[in-house]
Structures are given as C-alpha cells and as structure tokens.
C-alpha cells in the first residue's frame, strides 16, 4: 500500500546545480538547489524571486564594453566603448555627456584593455597602444589624451622605465655629444619602429628620428651626452612601439603599477609613492619607483594586476602576491612576489572583490576561482565556486560585482558568458550560503558595469529584423527588459520609439496587474485595450522553476530511483500575483472582487493537488505566463511512495 513521506525545501540558496548533480543527493547543495532556476534572482533570506527586469537607456552605435567612473556620490559616469568611440553616461540622469572619437582601440582590442581609476583621472592601457588618461575636466566634459610621464621643466629626463633589451655586451657608440648624431651599435638590434624611441646612453637621453640599419639609427641629443666612446652602458624606453606597451594597470599603496608588456611579459614597474606620473628609480629609496622581474618560474606573462589585501599578478599560469603590512609596505627593497595558485587567469575578465574574496575567471573560461588569504600559512588559496553549477560558466566575456540594490541586501557577481546569457552568483560566506542563477534576455547580454549599487549592461537585440545595441540598466522595479517606465494621466497609448514593429507587454500597478501583449507600430507606439495611469512597457523573458526529485528515506532506505508520485504541493510565498504550478494555476482574483480594482498581491500559503501520476524522478515546474510578481519562500510537498 501506498505510503505518504513529507518533503520540505526552505530554501534555493544553492542556486541551480549542474545535471551531474544529480547523483549527489546527499549533499546539503542538492537538498538547497533546483534543475532550473532560470531567470530567478535570491534572496538573502533563502527564497527566490524575478530577476530585475532592464530599464533603457540609450541605443549604441555597435557592440559596445562597459566602463565606469565614480567622481563622488553625485557624479557617476558610465563609459561605453565601442569601435574608435567612447560615449560617456551620467549614470544619475542617465543622459548621453559627452562623445570621444578617434580613438586607439578597435572592436576587438576593447576587450583586452584594462584601467583604473583614481579622483576623476582614468588610465587606461593595452598591450599595442600607448598608455592613455581620460580626465574629467568638468561635470560635462573629459578628454583623452595620452599618458605622459613626468619631466622637469627643461624636458629631460623624462622618468619612465628603461630597460637594455639587447644582449649586454652590445655596445654603443654616439657619433657626437650633441645636436643630430648617429648611434651605433656593435651587433644588430635596432628595426624600423625605433624611430621615436628614447634611447639613453650613460644616463643622458636622445630620441631616435630615423633608421638605418640594424647597427645604426640618427638620433636628436636631449641631454649632452659624456663621451663617444663605445660602451655597454645604454638602454631605452620600456613601453614604445616596437617593445609594446602596459598590458595590465592598477593602484596600489599610492602607487600606480604597470604589469607586463609584448618584450617584457613578466616585469612590473611602479611609480614613485605619491607621484603616478613619474617612474624614476633614483638611488632605491622606499618612495622610488619599484622595476623588477616578477621573478617566479611558473609565470610565463602577467595578465592582470589587481590590488586587494595586497598586490596581486594574476598571470597566464598562476596567481603571485607580494608580501607586505603596514609597518612594510611594498618598496623596492621589499619587493619580492610569491608565487600562490597555480591557476591562471582569463586575460578579458579582471579580478573582483566579493565577500571577502579576490574572484576571477579562470584562463579555460569555464571556472570562477575565488582567492582568500589564510594568515596561518601567509598564503592564497584558489577554490572553485562554480564546480556545483559548472554548465552556467562558459566562456566568461565580462565580470563585474554588485555589493547590494536598493531593493535589497543581496550582494552579486555578475559573469557575461560567450553565449549572451549571465551567470548571477550570491554569497553570504558568514552564512556559508552560495549558489548560481542563469539569467537570459530576447537577444544577448554582452557586457556589464556596477556603479553605486546598480547595474548596467549592454544588450544585442533583433528589432524589426535588424540588430541593435542597448545600454540598459537593471531594475528590482521592472519585470520587464528594455522597458520605459510611464507615470502620467490616464491613456491606452504608450511610444516606445526604440522597438518599432516589436511584441511588447504592459505592465501596471507596481507589478500587479498585466495589460497584455501588443504589437507595436512602425513608430514604436503601443497601444493597449485598457487605459493606465502608471505602466511599464518592454519585452517579456521566460521564468521558470524546477525543483529536484525529492530525496525520500523509508524503512526501506532512500528511495531513488523508486516509483514516486507527488500529492499535495504546499508554495508559501510573499507579494505574489501570477505563477502556476505544474500547469495549475495560481488564483489571485475571487469571484466577489471588484475586477475594476488591481489586485492585491498574496502573501502565505497556496495549496495544489494532483499534479501528476507516478514517476521515478518527479519534479515540480513553477512558470509564469505574465511578468508579473512572485515570490517563492519555500515548497512542501507530499511524495507518496
């Protein structure tokens, strides 16, 4: 005889796992995770609810990569960059300030860039331009302009890095001590691209103004040279054309680093403490300019530098920090890297700080690894936290993290993946709480940015058969994505003149009543059956939830793999209008409301029965046929064996 067991799940905290998961029924992440979970966002306290819809912003010229500046609390800019471009938001009035042309990078060179950012200065670098700054001149306007280092007022020395790139034994001969002179050397090193390089020759600076030959170049004195005598004493600049430029860039300790360039993969430069513009290695003193190998054996290049609870390279193979503490903080005496974890770390994606932990994409872009200091062992580890919902990772384009909303105390990593879809991870370490949440849009996701506890994204959308860039914004707020909001008198027509021709629902009464879905005109008017006075109108997305089978134990043992069938399903949830359970759904309305009235969103406990026959590994499907809200606290059921 048939006999009734109680499952109860409180929680989704662990997100949704892996399909090889499913072998794992003994694990706390199992009994706390779902099979799907698409479209849902967290909550802290364990429950579930619609991921933000998108609010937009601006349609792009092309495919475009997110930046940010944060000036103060009140100027906060969103930089979005695209082919030569940048454009540059005010993230507080979402309006377009000011347009950059021209630009050195390209379509696909954006994706490699690296910056960092301090007052209202951006330094921005790759590894085939010249290190370059945007400055914020005005709440309206930036330039950009190149990165210039530090002279005195003559124009020499300029204090950057030198370094001999060829064999030490070569020499130099300069064919005068002033004025336009020829440089030769004693074996072949100089090419084409020196032209306009500095080339120091016992301390004293000229610039190279034309080629010759491998063995000789002309060159203008810049600094009265000592001698023409031969000698092994010279070198030249550290970042030019032909020995390439900062791969990666980041302050740390009132200092600005530059790790890594095309000659140099594995070198850091530092500028002098206080002073980012000058790179003067002087006599060593504490506050000079640190320039050194980051000399561990593993490492073949340093792709990115990131300062967290100490400076950190995370290269090609392995993770190296520098030790330091307050008493000793990184100096050219002290500067002696370490070489960590041996994972290294995808050159598009730079590190993030998230609940304690220094987080990264993995150079397979399949992992997120997560890098925490043990003080016992004065060492990093570098844990996966994606191994229990592996399939949400792949091919990670963009990373970037939001501490918390206004809509809540939920802290996120937000990881675009190559496929356009994000993988959303939540994180209470003190409560030992993680798990990961697919989101997906009608088009792609390409690119995101977190600023002052919002987050924007970049989306590539078909429109009325032709492809478009957004920049959109998420919003607890919207159920809907690429949405404008309406507040106004009372009207059945709404322009939403960014989707012409396009499906689109209208939304009303903070979530709580649907208008439907309409087609709009050429123009992008909408125009629905039923006056608002407050709506939201843009494009619908898929939500869906599934849970596991249920983990049953009898007298008999656990019952995997035995014939189940699921009874009464108990939902509780909270603020609730629109969901159905195994295709039964959900009634908000009664038959004596008032139907000209919104209805009101359902807290508590909804009771289903019959919701399918015997099955060895059933499950239960929770969907939405509106954007609409709902939120899930946790799910009883009865499971009859």
Partial sequence: ?????????????????????????????????????????????????????????????????????????????????????????????????????????????????????????????????????????????????????????????????????????????????????????????????????????????????????????????????????????????????????????????????????????????????????????????????????????????????????????????????????????????????????????????????????DIYIQDTGKVVRELIHNDFQQAYTGDAISLVSSNLINDVQDLDVLYGHTDGPEQFALAVNGDGTISCYHTIRSEKISGWFPWETNGTFESIATLNNEAWVTCKRTINSAIVYTLEKFDFELTLDCALKFDAASASTFTVAHLPSTMVYGVANKRAVSHGGVTTNGSGVATFTDPATQIDVGLDFTRSIETLPPVVQTTKGDMSGELMRLGVTVLEVSTSVNFSVNGHDFLVRQANDDFSLAPAKQDGKHRFEGLLGWSRAPTITITQDVPLEFNLLSIWTEVWT
Avoid at 32 to 42: M, Q, Y
Avoid at 76 to 87: E, G, H, K, T, V
């Fill in 1 to 357: 005889m048939p006999a009734g067991v109680n499952h109860v799940q409180t929680n989704m905290a662990s997100g949704q796992v892996d399909p090889t998961m499913l072998g794992r029924r003994d694990t706390s992440m199992y009994q706390n995770g779902a099979k799907i979970l698409k479209n849902n966002s967290p909550l802290a306290t364990g429950g579930v609810r619609r991921r933000p819809g998108t609010q937009y912003i601006a349609t792009l010229p092309a495919t475009s990569r997110l930046g940010k500046l944060q000036f103060n609390e009140q100027q906060l800019y969103i930089f979005a960059f695209s082919n030569a471009r940048l454009d540059i938001y005010n993230a507080s009035t979402n309006a377009l300030v000011q347009t950059l042309t021209g630009q050195p990078w390209n379509a696909t060179t954006m994706w490699q860039m690296r910056w960092t950012q301090t007052g209202d200065t951006t330094i921005l670098v790759h590894e085939d331009f010249a290190m370059r700054k945007i400055v914020r001149t005005s709440a309206t306007t930036f330039t950009s302009s190149l990165y210039e280092f530090e002279a005195p007022t003559a124009g020499f020395p300029i204090y950057q890095p030198y370094y001999k790139f060829a064999d030490n034994a070569v020499t130099m001969t300069p064919s005068g001590t002033s004025g336009s002179i020829t440089l030769t050397l004693s074996a072949g090193h100089w090419v084409a691209g020196h032209v306009g390089s500095r080339v120091r020759y016992k301390s004293k600076t000229c610039t190279i103004t034309a080629y010759t030959s491998a063995t000789v170049v002309t060159a203008t004195v810049n600094e009265t040279l000592p001698s023409t005598t031969a000698d092994s004493d010279w070198d030249e600049n550290v970042f030019s054309t032909v020995n390439g430029y900062a791969r990666s860039v980041s302050f740390h300790g009132r200092r600005l680093w530059f790790g890594g360039t095309k000659e140099l993969p594995r070198n850091a430069f530092a500028s002098k403490k206080g002073a980012y513009f000058n790179f003067d290695v002087g006599t060593g003193l504490d506050d000079e300019s640190v320039q050194a190998e980051v000399a561990v054996a593993q490492i073949g290049e340093i792709v990115h530098s990131h300062s967290g609870r100490h400076l950190q390279f995370l290269c090609d193979t392995g993770v190296v920090y520098v030790p330091e503490s307050d008493a000793n903080p990184v100096s050219p005496k002290n500067f002696n890297p370490r070489f960590s974890i041996p994972y290294g770390a995808r050159q598009i994606t730079p590190p993030r700080n998230l609940d304690g932990a």
